[in-house]
């Protein structure tokens, strides 16, 4: 349970629900019902063992940010994942409740991806050695999501398509819940609705001119960011995106936000490994850019 003020707000639950559900406890030490139900909270974060995160906001001292979320009366818990709040409860439920609450939205705990240090580093760090790996691992336990996501996106990185969709075809069906088959699957349709423009140069062209005459061409726009998104262009991709973001997030139904979080996802580098007690450093396109999109988001 961590302690959350506007000015840890972006790191410890926007930052963090990219990666990990947060539910926020709005709360104020004269309510009563909140001390009834802070203990059932951290008691149940501790049972589901990291499948979520808990953070308690003093609703008397942070007013702006109960007010950002609409606030109205406490307690009030508020699920956050990838960067929005999905979900929500007001008033204080017994632990069953909660734990229904919780279960509607977070994957059963035997669902939940290995841990990333499952797969040992190769002595040789070559793509063609670390392929070899992954593509071991992923026939060795094909239920390891870690290494298969890890063995597409090298894949794809390196223009081998056909293989990283034969790799794909038994999660596939995962993608609209588990997030980096979601990722995959919005490269994959870059890559597809790239390879539709034979000439990408002129495609990219004649978007931007249309973009030029009304900056609202989403479809335009979203097109663009998909031939960049194709040529793993990462940067010029986002951007279109969150130029979609500022004039629209519910557009498409989320498409622009859904497909930045997915190259936030492709993009970001496995954490090196620190001593204990050491946080690992972020990259810095990836830090930079999910900056950006919580500020667009939460504007």
């Not at 003020?5 to 990666?19: D, G, L, Q, R, Y």
Request: with cysteine; aromatic share 8%; glycine share 4%.
């Amino acid at each position: 349970m961590i302690d959350v003020t506007i000015a840890n707000f972006e790191e410890e639950v926007v930052a963090a629900s990219m990666t990990t559900p947060v539910l926020i406890d709005f709360w104020a030490p004269w309510c009563g019902p909140c001390k009834s139900l802070g203990p059932i909270l951290e008691k149940v974060e501790i049972a589901y063992a990291g499948r979520f995160k808990l953070v308690k906001i003093d609703s008397d001292q942070e007013q702006q940010l109960g007010a950002a979320f609409g606030i109205r009366s406490i307690p009030t818990c508020i699920l956050m994942m990838n960067g929005q709040p999905v979900d929500g409860f007001a008033g204080a439920l017994p632990e069953g409740k909660v734990k229904e609450f919780l279960d509607k939205h977070l994957p059963p705990a035997e669902e939940l991806p290995p841990a990333e240090e499952e797969i040992a580093e190769p002595e040789d760090t070559s793509p063609a050695a670390l392929l070899e790996k992954l593509q071991a691992a992923v026939a060795t336990d094909p239920a390891n999501d870690n290494a298969r996501f890890d063995y597409i996106r090298l894949l794809l990185q390196h223009g081998q398509v056909d293989h990283a969709k034969a790799a794909f075809a038994p999660v596939a069906s995962k993608a609209p819940t588990v997030r980096k088959f979601e990722a995959l699957q919005h490269w994959f349709n870059a890559i597809e609705s790239g390879a539709a423009h034979a000439d990408a140069a002129g495609a990219q062209a004649e978007f931007d001119a249309k973009l030029a005459a009304n900056k609202r061409d989403f479809e335009s726009r979203y097109a663009l960011a998909q031939i960049h998104m194709s040529q793993q262009r990462w940067v010029p991709a986002m951007d279109e995106l969150l130029e979609i973001l500022m004039r629209d997030k519910s557009w498409n139904e989320e498409l622009a936000r859904k497909t930045f979080v997915s190259i936030l996802e492709i993009i970001e580098p496995p954490k090196v490994k620190v001593a204990d007690g050491q946080i690992p450093p972020d990259d810095p396109v990836v830090a930079t850019y999910r900056r950006r999109l919580s500020s667009v988001v939460l504007s």
